[in-house]
Protein backbone atom coordinates (compact mmCIF):
# COMPACT_ATOMS: atom_id res chain seq x y z
CA UNK A 1 0.00 0.00 0.00
CA UNK A 2 2.81 1.94 0.96
CA UNK A 3 4.79 1.99 -2.51
CA UNK A 4 1.50 2.68 -4.49
CA UNK A 5 1.30 5.46 -2.34
CA UNK A 6 4.95 6.30 -2.88
CA UNK A 7 4.05 5.81 -6.59
CA UNK A 8 1.22 7.98 -6.94
CA UNK A 9 3.12 10.94 -4.46
CA UNK A 10 2.70 14.62 -6.36
CA UNK A 11 6.10 15.33 -4.94
CA UNK A 12 8.14 12.52 -5.63
CA UNK A 13 6.45 12.47 -9.51
CA UNK A 14 7.24 16.29 -9.39
CA UNK A 15 11.12 14.97 -8.36
CA UNK A 16 11.55 12.25 -10.92
CA UNK A 17 10.16 14.56 -13.49
CA UNK A 18 12.35 16.94 -12.94
CA UNK A 19 15.38 14.70 -12.40
CA UNK A 20 14.46 12.75 -16.11
CA UNK A 21 14.52 15.96 -17.50
CA UNK A 22 17.95 17.85 -16.63
CA UNK A 23 19.43 15.47 -19.63
CA UNK A 24 17.14 16.95 -21.50
CA UNK A 25 17.54 20.57 -20.82
CA UNK A 26 21.45 19.92 -20.77
CA UNK A 27 21.11 18.45 -24.29
CA UNK A 28 19.80 22.10 -25.50
CA UNK A 29 21.79 24.19 -23.69
CA UNK A 30 24.73 22.36 -25.05
CA UNK A 31 23.35 21.84 -28.62
CA UNK A 32 22.48 25.68 -28.47
CA UNK A 33 25.91 26.62 -27.80
CA UNK A 34 27.35 24.13 -30.48
CA UNK A 35 24.99 25.89 -33.13
CA UNK A 36 27.05 29.45 -31.83
CA UNK A 37 30.45 27.91 -32.48
CA UNK A 38 29.12 26.74 -35.97
CA UNK A 39 27.63 29.85 -36.93
CA UNK A 40 30.40 32.10 -35.68
CA UNK A 41 33.09 30.04 -37.41
CA UNK A 42 31.05 29.77 -40.45
CA UNK A 43 31.33 33.38 -40.38
CA UNK A 44 34.91 33.85 -39.47
CA UNK A 45 35.51 31.32 -42.67
CA UNK A 46 33.67 33.80 -45.22
CA UNK A 47 34.96 37.07 -44.28
CA UNK A 48 38.59 35.91 -44.38
CA UNK A 49 37.86 34.07 -47.64
CA UNK A 50 36.57 37.07 -49.06
CA UNK A 51 39.66 39.23 -47.72
CA UNK A 52 41.95 36.48 -49.35
CA UNK A 53 39.61 37.13 -52.73
CA UNK A 54 39.93 40.49 -52.57
CA UNK A 55 43.43 40.67 -52.14
CA UNK A 56 44.15 37.98 -55.03
CA UNK A 57 41.54 39.97 -57.69
CA UNK A 58 43.43 43.38 -56.35
CA UNK A 59 46.63 41.56 -57.64
CA UNK A 60 45.27 40.65 -60.63
CA UNK A 61 44.14 43.68 -61.65
CA UNK A 62 47.37 44.99 -61.05
CA UNK A 63 48.87 42.74 -63.42
CA UNK A 64 46.52 43.57 -66.09
CA UNK A 65 46.88 47.15 -65.66
CA UNK A 66 51.00 46.85 -65.99
CA UNK A 67 50.57 44.53 -68.92
CA UNK A 68 48.06 46.63 -70.56
CA UNK A 69 50.53 49.52 -70.08
CA UNK A 70 53.23 47.57 -72.44
CA UNK A 71 52.91 48.93 -75.77
CA UNK A 72 51.17 45.90 -77.80
CA UNK A 73 51.57 45.23 -82.16
CA UNK A 74 49.67 43.36 -84.54
CA UNK A 75 51.01 41.03 -86.51
CA UNK A 76 49.23 41.42 -90.07
CA UNK A 77 47.77 38.36 -90.13
CA UNK A 78 46.16 39.40 -86.38
CA UNK A 79 45.11 42.61 -88.06
CA UNK A 80 43.21 40.60 -90.77
CA UNK A 81 41.79 39.22 -87.62
CA UNK A 82 40.77 42.03 -86.00
CA UNK A 83 38.78 43.30 -88.99
CA UNK A 84 37.00 40.14 -89.16
CA UNK A 85 36.13 40.11 -85.59
CA UNK A 86 35.32 43.83 -85.65
CA UNK A 87 32.48 43.52 -88.18
CA UNK A 88 30.19 40.34 -86.62
CA UNK A 89 27.75 42.07 -85.82
CA UNK A 90 28.12 45.66 -87.67
CA UNK A 91 30.02 47.47 -90.17
CA UNK A 92 34.14 47.42 -89.83
CA UNK A 93 34.66 50.91 -87.39
CA UNK A 94 37.25 52.94 -89.24
CA UNK A 95 39.88 53.98 -86.56
CA UNK A 96 39.14 58.04 -87.28
CA UNK A 97 35.64 57.79 -86.96
CA UNK A 98 36.26 58.64 -83.12
CA UNK A 99 39.46 60.74 -81.16
CA UNK A 100 42.12 58.55 -79.75
CA UNK A 101 41.10 58.47 -76.02
CA UNK A 102 37.79 57.22 -76.75
CA UNK A 103 38.86 54.25 -77.99
CA UNK A 104 39.49 51.91 -74.83
CA UNK A 105 36.10 52.84 -73.57
CA UNK A 106 34.49 51.64 -76.54
CA UNK A 107 36.49 48.52 -77.54
CA UNK A 108 36.16 47.45 -73.94
CA UNK A 109 32.45 47.88 -73.63
CA UNK A 110 32.07 45.43 -77.39
CA UNK A 111 34.20 42.52 -75.60
CA UNK A 112 31.27 42.50 -73.15
CA UNK A 113 28.75 41.66 -75.96
CA UNK A 114 31.33 39.76 -78.90
CA UNK A 115 30.42 37.53 -80.71
CA UNK A 116 26.35 37.39 -79.58
CA UNK A 117 24.48 35.21 -82.13
CA UNK A 118 27.54 34.55 -84.39
CA UNK A 119 30.12 31.94 -84.14
CA UNK A 120 33.62 33.62 -83.48
CA UNK A 121 36.48 31.64 -85.16
CA UNK A 122 39.64 33.72 -82.84
CA UNK A 123 40.27 36.12 -80.72
CA UNK A 124 42.41 39.03 -80.77
CA UNK A 125 43.07 40.36 -77.22
CA UNK A 126 41.30 43.62 -77.02
CA UNK A 127 44.52 44.99 -75.30
CA UNK A 128 45.79 44.75 -78.99
CA UNK A 129 42.87 46.05 -80.18
CA UNK A 130 43.06 49.28 -78.39
CA UNK A 131 47.04 49.55 -79.02
CA UNK A 132 45.91 49.33 -82.43
CA UNK A 133 42.90 52.07 -83.08
CA UNK A 134 45.06 54.10 -80.46
CA UNK A 135 47.61 54.18 -83.10
CA UNK A 136 45.66 55.06 -86.37
CA UNK A 137 43.03 57.09 -84.76
CA UNK A 138 43.07 61.12 -84.41
CA UNK A 139 44.05 62.48 -81.24
CA UNK A 140 41.32 65.42 -81.16
CA UNK A 141 38.63 66.38 -84.42
CA UNK A 142 39.07 69.56 -85.65
CA UNK A 143 36.36 71.26 -87.43
CA UNK A 144 36.50 74.29 -89.58
CA UNK A 145 35.34 77.01 -87.74
CA UNK A 146 35.24 79.34 -91.22
CA UNK A 147 32.12 77.49 -92.23
CA UNK A 148 28.79 79.49 -91.84
CA UNK A 149 25.82 78.10 -90.46
CA UNK A 150 22.59 80.12 -92.12
CA UNK A 151 19.00 79.52 -90.97
CA UNK A 152 16.63 79.08 -94.58
CA UNK A 153 13.21 80.45 -93.90
CA UNK A 154 11.05 77.63 -94.22
CA UNK A 155 7.88 77.24 -95.67
CA UNK A 156 5.86 75.37 -93.40
CA UNK A 157 3.83 77.17 -90.39
CA UNK A 158 3.52 75.37 -86.69
CA UNK A 159 -0.10 74.48 -85.75
CA UNK A 160 -0.52 72.71 -82.04
CA UNK A 161 -2.38 69.47 -81.80
CA UNK A 162 -4.44 69.19 -78.95
CA UNK A 163 -4.54 65.93 -76.93
CA UNK A 164 -7.91 65.28 -74.97
CA UNK A 165 -7.04 64.58 -71.33
CA UNK A 166 -3.02 64.47 -71.37
CA UNK A 167 -1.93 65.29 -67.92
CA UNK A 168 2.19 64.98 -69.10
CA UNK A 169 3.66 66.36 -71.77
CA UNK A 170 3.72 62.89 -74.68
CA UNK A 171 7.17 61.26 -75.90
CA UNK A 172 6.12 60.88 -79.70
CA UNK A 173 7.79 57.98 -81.27
CA UNK A 174 6.10 57.50 -83.89
CA UNK A 175 3.20 59.31 -86.26
CA UNK A 176 1.70 57.21 -89.29
CA UNK A 177 -1.37 59.00 -91.49
CA UNK A 178 -3.64 56.87 -92.85
CA UNK A 179 -7.56 55.97 -93.50
CA UNK A 180 -8.35 53.93 -90.61
CA UNK A 181 -12.35 55.05 -90.04
CA UNK A 182 -12.95 54.50 -94.10
CA UNK A 183 -14.18 57.80 -94.88
CA UNK A 184 -11.13 60.40 -93.68
CA UNK A 185 -8.04 59.99 -95.69
CA UNK A 186 -5.88 62.02 -93.47
CA UNK A 187 -6.30 60.39 -90.29
CA UNK A 188 -3.16 60.44 -87.78
CA UNK A 189 -1.84 57.60 -85.37
CA UNK A 190 0.68 58.77 -82.60
CA UNK A 191 2.29 56.23 -80.30
CA UNK A 192 2.95 58.25 -76.70
CA UNK A 193 5.93 55.74 -75.46
CA UNK A 194 6.00 57.32 -72.22
CA UNK A 195 2.46 57.52 -71.30
CA UNK A 196 1.42 54.22 -72.84
CA UNK A 197 -0.92 55.33 -75.51
CA UNK A 198 -2.45 54.86 -79.09
CA UNK A 199 -3.94 58.38 -80.47
CA UNK A 200 -6.00 58.69 -83.34
CA UNK A 201 -7.04 62.50 -84.94
CA UNK A 202 -8.14 63.67 -88.29
CA UNK A 203 -5.85 66.26 -90.14
CA UNK A 204 -9.08 67.62 -92.08
CA UNK A 205 -10.50 68.95 -89.03
CA UNK A 206 -10.63 72.72 -87.87
CA UNK A 207 -8.97 71.90 -84.86
CA UNK A 208 -6.63 68.29 -84.73
CA UNK A 209 -7.46 66.48 -81.30
CA UNK A 210 -6.31 63.04 -80.48
CA UNK A 211 -8.00 60.89 -78.80
CA UNK A 212 -6.75 57.51 -76.76
CA UNK A 213 -7.97 54.26 -78.76
CA UNK A 214 -5.71 51.56 -76.73
CA UNK A 215 -3.05 51.59 -73.39
CA UNK A 216 0.09 49.77 -74.43
CA UNK A 217 2.81 49.84 -72.34
CA UNK A 218 5.19 51.69 -74.29
CA UNK A 219 4.04 51.76 -78.11
CA UNK A 220 6.98 52.16 -80.02
CA UNK A 221 5.51 52.19 -84.09
CA UNK A 222 2.56 51.96 -85.63
CA UNK A 223 1.19 50.16 -88.61
CA UNK A 224 -2.06 50.30 -90.89
CA UNK A 225 -3.67 46.68 -91.75
CA UNK A 226 -6.47 44.12 -92.21
CA UNK A 227 -5.10 41.14 -90.37
CA UNK A 228 -8.43 39.34 -90.27
CA UNK A 229 -9.85 40.40 -93.97
CA UNK A 230 -12.91 41.69 -92.66
CA UNK A 231 -13.37 44.62 -94.60
CA UNK A 232 -12.45 47.05 -91.77
CA UNK A 233 -8.63 48.58 -91.22
CA UNK A 234 -6.80 47.32 -88.16
CA UNK A 235 -3.65 48.43 -86.18
CA UNK A 236 -0.21 46.58 -85.23
CA UNK A 237 1.97 47.91 -83.33
CA UNK A 238 5.46 47.38 -81.73
CA UNK A 239 5.45 47.70 -78.31
CA UNK A 240 8.81 48.22 -76.09
CA UNK A 241 7.97 47.14 -73.11
CA UNK A 242 9.71 49.20 -71.01
CA UNK A 243 10.54 53.45 -71.61
CA UNK A 244 14.41 53.03 -70.90
CA UNK A 245 16.87 50.43 -73.02
CA UNK A 246 17.20 47.28 -70.91
CA UNK A 247 17.61 43.75 -71.40
CA UNK A 248 14.03 41.46 -70.97
CA UNK A 249 10.99 39.80 -71.91
CA UNK A 250 8.34 42.59 -72.03
CA UNK A 251 8.19 43.64 -75.59
CA UNK A 252 5.11 42.37 -77.83
CA UNK A 253 4.05 42.77 -80.95
CA UNK A 254 -0.18 44.07 -80.78
CA UNK A 255 -2.80 44.14 -82.39
CA UNK A 256 -5.82 46.82 -82.57
CA UNK A 257 -8.90 45.26 -84.04
CA UNK A 258 -11.46 47.53 -85.24
CA UNK A 259 -15.11 46.60 -85.12
CA UNK A 260 -17.79 47.67 -86.16
CA UNK A 261 -18.68 50.29 -84.08
CA UNK A 262 -15.53 51.79 -84.61
CA UNK A 263 -13.74 50.96 -80.97
CA UNK A 264 -10.35 49.11 -80.72
CA UNK A 265 -9.85 45.64 -79.07
CA UNK A 266 -6.15 44.93 -77.83
CA UNK A 267 -5.49 41.85 -79.37
CA UNK A 268 -1.62 40.75 -78.37
CA UNK A 269 -0.05 38.98 -81.25
CA UNK A 270 3.40 37.86 -79.36
CA UNK A 271 4.62 38.17 -76.09
CA UNK A 272 7.87 37.72 -73.94
CA UNK A 273 9.77 39.56 -76.73
CA UNK A 274 12.62 42.09 -75.60
CA UNK A 275 12.38 45.52 -77.04
CA UNK A 276 10.17 45.65 -79.99
CA UNK A 277 11.34 48.59 -82.20
CA UNK A 278 9.24 47.89 -85.93
CA UNK A 279 6.35 45.80 -86.95
CA UNK A 280 5.66 45.55 -90.90
CA UNK A 281 2.51 44.18 -91.82
CA UNK A 282 2.70 41.82 -95.47
CA UNK A 283 1.89 38.54 -97.46
CA UNK A 284 5.33 37.28 -97.09
CA UNK A 285 4.79 33.68 -98.00
CA UNK A 286 2.08 34.72 -100.69
CA UNK A 287 -0.49 32.98 -98.78
CA UNK A 288 -3.19 35.27 -99.34
CA UNK A 289 -3.58 36.98 -95.36
CA UNK A 290 -1.12 39.10 -94.16
CA UNK A 291 1.73 37.92 -91.85
CA UNK A 292 4.01 40.12 -89.23
CA UNK A 293 7.66 41.04 -89.72
CA UNK A 294 8.94 42.60 -86.22
CA UNK A 295 11.77 44.07 -85.56
CA UNK A 296 12.94 43.32 -81.55
CA UNK A 297 15.57 45.03 -81.39
CA UNK A 298 16.67 43.92 -77.69
CA UNK A 299 19.26 45.34 -75.76
CA UNK A 300 22.69 43.56 -75.42
CA UNK A 301 21.49 39.72 -74.74
CA UNK A 302 18.24 40.08 -76.26
CA UNK A 303 16.88 40.76 -79.38
CA UNK A 304 16.02 39.15 -83.23
CA UNK A 305 13.84 39.41 -86.62
CA UNK A 306 10.94 37.22 -86.61
CA UNK A 307 8.22 36.43 -88.59
CA UNK A 308 4.69 35.78 -87.65
CA UNK A 309 3.27 33.38 -89.49
CA UNK A 310 -0.61 34.23 -90.37
CA UNK A 311 -2.78 30.97 -89.33
CA UNK A 312 -5.98 32.59 -89.12
CA UNK A 313 -8.44 29.83 -89.92
CA UNK A 314 -11.64 31.68 -88.78
CA UNK A 315 -12.16 35.83 -87.97
CA UNK A 316 -13.03 35.53 -84.76
CA UNK A 317 -9.42 33.21 -83.55
CA UNK A 318 -6.62 34.96 -84.06
CA UNK A 319 -3.40 32.68 -84.51
CA UNK A 320 0.75 33.45 -85.76
CA UNK A 321 3.01 31.46 -86.00
CA UNK A 322 6.53 32.80 -85.01
CA UNK A 323 9.85 32.11 -87.29
CA UNK A 324 13.37 33.77 -85.81
CA UNK A 325 14.69 34.92 -89.06
CA UNK A 326 17.73 36.10 -87.56
CA UNK A 327 19.14 35.89 -83.97
CA UNK A 328 20.49 39.51 -84.10
CA UNK A 329 19.68 41.67 -81.90
CA UNK A 330 19.86 45.58 -82.88
CA UNK A 331 17.20 45.93 -85.72
CA UNK A 332 15.58 49.14 -85.29
CA UNK A 333 13.50 49.13 -88.66
CA UNK A 334 12.67 46.80 -91.19
CA UNK A 335 10.98 46.83 -94.58
CA UNK A 336 9.58 44.47 -97.57
CA UNK A 337 10.75 44.34 -101.07
CA UNK A 338 11.60 42.28 -104.11
CA UNK A 339 14.81 43.67 -104.84
CA UNK A 340 15.70 41.11 -107.41
CA UNK A 341 12.46 40.84 -109.05
CA UNK A 342 12.07 37.40 -108.18
CA UNK A 343 8.58 37.69 -106.68
CA UNK A 344 10.14 36.46 -104.13
CA UNK A 345 10.08 39.37 -101.00
CA UNK A 346 13.08 40.25 -99.18
CA UNK A 347 13.53 42.01 -96.14
CA UNK A 348 15.47 44.89 -95.51
Known amino acids: ?157 REPINIQSSQLSPVVANIEVANVTGNDPHGLIVCDALQGQVLLGALNEPEVSLRSIADIPNPCHAEVADLDADGRVDIVVANLGTFLAMDHNLGSVEWLRQSKTGKFERVTIKDGLGRVADVEPTDFDRDGDLDVVVAEFGWYTTGELLLLENRLNEKTSPSFESHVIDGIHGASHVDVADLDGDGVDELI
Open 1 to 157: MSSRRAKNCPATSKASRAVEARPFHIWNVNLKQTIVVLVVGSLTTIAFGAFFLWKAETAVEQFILSESSKPVELAPEDETRLRETCSHCHQFSSPDSLPRGAWKETIWQMYEHSGYGRTVKWRVEPDSVIAWYEKHSPENFVFDQSVGVKMASSPFS
